[in-house]
C-alpha cells in the first residue's frame, strides 16, 4: 500500500511537470474507484490550469482557479507522467491530459483508489477535514502527542497509526518509530511520559523523513514505465525480523498481532 513517503515521491515526481499547465482534458476509461469519478469532471476541468501541487496525509492535491482535484493512490494506485499515446497498460483508469502534451497516467489494479473535486476548501472536504497534523510540519510534537493521549487506554502503536492524531504512520513506520524511541507498542498511549513522547516524536519524524529522502531517488525514472514509487528498501530494525536478533541487544525480536496488524518488538530495548 503506498505510505506517505511514497505518496510524497509521487508528488515531488509530478510537480515538475503538471505546475502551471493547463489542463487539455480528462480521459476517462473506469469511473468506477473508490468513489466514482463525477461524470461532469471532464467539462469542468477544461481550460484551467494546475495552480499547485500539494499533498495533505495520502491525498495528492491539484488545485484550479475554480478547485482542486483531490486523489489517493488506495491500496494499489500509482500515478506516472507519460505521452497520452503511450500504450495503455490493464488497469490505467485515467489520463489527466496536459497542455506540454504529457498526461498523468492512473494506475490501480484493486481501485480503491479515487479522484474526486471540490469546490470549497479542500481541507474543509469530508476526507480531509479530520485529518491529524503533518507529522514533518511544525504542530507535530512530542507535547502534541503527550496532550491528545492523555488518560487515553489505547496501544501507543494503534494511537500513532489513528490519521485523526497525526497522519501517515503506517505499520512498518509505527514499528520502528516505536523500537527508536524504546517503547513498548502494547503500552496505554496514556501512560507515557512527555519526554518518551518527545523521542517518539522524533524518531516518527526521522523514519519518515528517511523514507522520503530515499523515494528521491527514484524520481528520475519518473517519466517512464519503471517510474511507480514502490517500497522503499530501508534497513528495518524489527519489522518483519521475527526472531532474528535486536540489531542493539542481539535479542530475538517478538512478534505479534495486535490490531490485526503485525507488530514487532526487542523485549528487552522497549518497554
Ligand atoms: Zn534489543
Redo the contacts with the bound molecule.
Sequence with gaps: MPELPEVETTRRGIEPYALGQGIVGLVVREPRLRWPIPEDLPGKLRGLSVLAVRRRGKYILLDTAAGALILHLGMSGSLRVCEPGHPLKKHDHFDLVLANGLCLRFHDPRRFGCLLWTEADPAAHPLLASLGPEPLEAGFSGAYLHRQAASRGVAVKAFVMDSHVVVGVGNIYANEALFMAGILPTRAAGRISLPRYERLAGSIRTVLAASIEQGGTTLRDFVNEAGNPGYFQQTLRVYGRAGEP??????AIHLERLGQRATYW?????R
Design positions: 535486536c540489531r542493539a541487544c542481539g535479542t526487542c523485549p528487552q530495548c522497549q
